[in-house]
């Protein structure tokens, strides 16, 4: 960068040279009695050696430029792509994908154009205009003057253009962000607009959104338009005011023909800056949109945070290494007095409390919304209690450090979701360690195994985004043998089996039963046949714990539990 930085400088001050040999020529040459041939020879060479070093060292900071440009994107790319891993549920559960898709494609390449072409015009025609100042003064000082006169004209128009235009290309990136959003959120959703026929509805909408792009883009346009024109009208002025004084000064000899003919052949370095002027601020202004919005998201913390930093002498992590589990974790879990609300303050969790010993299996059942789901998530730590405590082996989450944490605190989502990538490349996602043998185990567990050989290339088959072309259930599977090769301490089952058909359900109830032997396990579900094996079942409703007992001690009491299995046989 810096050797980019020093050949502009170079650049700029040779710019200068041919329009002083040109003068020359016309004053010691053309209007010299002598006409020096040997004089005329040497100043063209000069002039054509100046103009290869320029062309020489302007393609050389170009390129390093562009290199730079490309390095700095990279390092950029990769670091707001790390900080986005470390942010937490809360901060994904409001922020729009095609944002985050815009922030690290469009903003990102904003910044490239501004260290590949921005930056070095910056510097470039503003050592221009002051060399070409400099150089218009010491050969005559009025007309350099004179020259000047635009000047305040220019400054005001810049800044009230600087001052429109930058809202105006915030209002555009803002909108193609809510543009991405939206084709992102149709393509991911096309199977349910087509089932729906929906198709000319989502058109409408996109449409919508379309014209408001369209909007602001022409409004940012016109902001552009506005300002651009008097810009250049300024510098139409600088011929007049060079035929005009520059004449009477030549006339009256303050100068020479061949100074008027320097200046003439120096106004581009006086008048291409200041019509650059408009272009650079115009760039700058769409580069300082998009460099705030990645401020702000390199700004943004976790708000699960780590409450101390690891002793990791103490634990298998050490920085810089995969995190793995430890088999210093027993595995008892107790919510102490836990209350929890989501960002709208609405209580989904109010008051729980219960203890889980080493190794029990728990069922949780309860009627959709009564906060399930979110006891796992708190157990994860993908979100912190708003008040009470929540213990590990006697030891509150938040003294964990969190990847530790969910190293061995593992759960299958409701929603089963797959990479696309090949079926053992799912499987192993969370023990990269993991032979194929190991594989097919936990594929065997989870009956992955009864539909592998359907699949084109068995294990190799690459799975669809999403896991688009598997089934409901087989995903669900696929998801389940992820979680038993990493076999964590405490293992959570979020309604691992709701799409599977019961004659499947009941293997896979058998390896579960099998793979969890020593594990603390959380069994969540809306169907009563899972709880069968369980060593303590609680019914969840209104975010609060109602009945806790055995499949036996509640099927004999009146209440949800019971109600839910009469439905159900």
């Given at each position: 960068m810096i050797a980019g930085l020093s050949l502009s400088v170079a650049v700029a001050a040779t710019n200068m040279i041919n329009p002083l040999i040109t003068g020359n020529i016309v004053d010691k040459v053309i209007?010299?009695?002598?006409?020096?041939?040997?004089?005329?020879?040497?100043?063209?060479?000069?002039?054509?050696?100046?103009?290869?070093?320029?062309?020489?060292?302007?393609?050389?900071?170009?390129?390093?430029?562009?290199?730079?440009?490309?390095?700095?994107?990279?390092?950029?790319?990769?670091?707001?792509?790390?900080?986005?891993?470390?942010?937490?549920?809360?901060?994904?559960?409001?922020?729009?994908s095609g944002n985050v898709l815009t922030l690290l494609t469009a903003d990102l390449d904003k910044v490239r154009h501004f260290v590949a072409w921005v930056l070095y015009q910056i510097v470039e025609n503003v050592l221009i205009y002051v060399f070409s100042i400099i150089t218009l003064g010491l050969i005559n000082w009025k007309l350099m003057l004179a020259f000047l006169a635009i000047a305040p004209f220019v400054i005001w128009l810049v800044q009230k253009f600087k001052i429109h235009i930058g809202p105006a290309h915030m209002r555009v990136r803002d909108q193609f962000s809510v543009l991405n959003t939206r084709v992102g959120e149709n393509i991911e959703g096309n199977r349910v607009v087509k089932a729906f026929v929906r198709e000319d509805y989502e058109i409408s909408k996109f449409d919508v959104d379309n014209e408001a792009f369209r909007k602001v883009a022409v409004e940012n346009a016109d902001v552009r338009v506005k300002y651009t024109p008097w810009i250049e009208t300024l510098c139409g002025v600088l011929p007049v005011i060079l035929i005009l004084f520059g004449g009477y000064l030549v006339i009256t000899d303050q100068m020479t023909i061949g100074q008027l003919v320097t200046f003439n052949g120096l106004m581009w370095a006086f008048t291409q800056p200041i019509n650059m002027f408009g272009v650079l601020v115009d760039n700058t202004q769409n580069f300082r949109a998009s460099a705030k919005r990645l401020f702000e998201l390199k700004e943004l913390h976790p708000t699960v945070?780590?409450?101390?930093?690891?002793?990791?002498?103490?634990?298998?992590?050490?920085?810089?290494?995969?995190?793995?589990?430890?088999?210093?974790?027993?595995?008892?879990?107790?919510?102490?007095?836990?209350?929890?609300?989501?960002?709208?303050?609405?209580?989904?969790?109010?008051?729980?409390?219960?203890?889980?010993?080493?190794?029990?299996?728990?069922?949780?059942?309860?009627?959709?919304?009564?906060?399930?789901?979110?006891?796992?998530?708190?157990?994860?730590?993908?979100?912190?209690?708003?008040?009470?405590?929540?213990?590990?082996?006697?030891?509150?989450?938040?003294?964990?450090?969190?990847?530790?944490?969910?190293?061995?605190?593992?759960?299958?989502?409701?929603?089963?979701?797959?990479?696309?990538?090949?079926?053992?490349?799912?499987?192993?996602?969370?023990?990269?360690?993991?032979?194929?043998?190991?594989?097919?185990?936990?594929?065997?567990?989870?009956?992955?195994?009864?539909?592998?050989?359907?699949?084109?290339?068995?294990?190799?088959?690459?799975?669809?985004?999403?896991?688009?072309?598997?089934?409901?259930?087989?995903?669900?599977?696929?998801?389940?043998?992820?979680?038993?090769?990493?076999?964590?301490?405490?293992?959570?089952?979020?309604?691992?089996?709701?799409?599977?058909?019961?004659?499947?359900?009941?293997?896979?109830?058998?390896?579960?039963?099998?793979?969890?032997?020593?594990?603390?396990?959380?069994?969540?579900?809306?169907?009563?046949?899972?709880?069968?094996?369980?060593?303590?079942?609680?019914?969840?409703?209104?975010?609060?714990?109602?009945?806790?007992?055995?499949?036996?001690?509640?099927?004999?009491?009146?209440?949800?539990?019971?109600?839910?299995?009469?439905?159900?046989?």
């Open positions: 209007l010299s009695d002598s006409h020096e041939l040997k004089l005329l020879f040497k100043l063209i060479l000069i002039m054509i050696s100046t103009t290869i070093v320029k062309s020489i060292f302007r393609y050389s900071y170009q390129v390093i430029f562009e290199h730079c440009s490309q390095n700095v994107i990279r390092k950029m790319r990769e670091d707001l792509y790390a900080h986005i891993q470390t942010l937490d549920f809360s901060w994904y559960d409001k922020t729009l945070k780590k409450e101390f930093e690891p002793d990791y002498s103490a634990l298998t992590v050490v920085p810089g290494t995969e995190v793995k589990t430890d088999d210093s974790i027993k595995g008892r879990v107790e919510f102490k007095n836990v209350c929890f609300s989501y960002s709208n303050d609405v209580p989904v969790l109010t008051d729980v409390s219960f203890v889980i010993e080493p190794g029990q299996t728990v069922g949780i059942l309860g009627p959709t919304g009564s906060g399930k789901s979110t006891i796992a998530n708190l157990l994860c730590r993908y979100y912190d209690a708003k008040s009470g405590e929540i213990l590990i082996d006697g030891k509150n989450v938040k003294d964990y450090d969190p990847q530790f944490l969910r190293k061995n605190v593992g759960i299958t989502m409701q929603e089963a979701f797959l990479f696309s990538d090949t079926v053992e490349g799912n499987i192993a996602f969370g023990n990269q360690e993991a032979d194929f043998a190991q594989v097919e185990h936990a594929a065997e567990l989870a009956r992955v195994k009864d539909f592998i050989g359907d699949l084109v290339d068995g294990y190799d088959t690459v799975v669809g985004e999403r896991g688009v072309g598997l089934s409901g259930g087989q995903k669900q599977r696929i998801a389940l043998s992820r979680l038993f090769l990493a076999n964590p301490r405490i293992m959570i089952l979020d309604d691992t089996t709701s799409a599977v058909d019961t004659e499947t359900e009941q293997k896979i109830r058998k390896s579960i039963k099998e793979q969890c032997k020593g594990h603390t396990t959380f069994i969540i579900s809306h169907r009563v046949s899972s709880f069968k094996d369980c060593d303590l079942i609680m019914v969840v409703q209104n975010g609060q714990i109602v009945q806790k007992g055995t499949h036996e001690q509640l099927i004999k009491v009146d209440g949800y539990y019971k109600d839910v299995m009469q439905e159900q046989q």
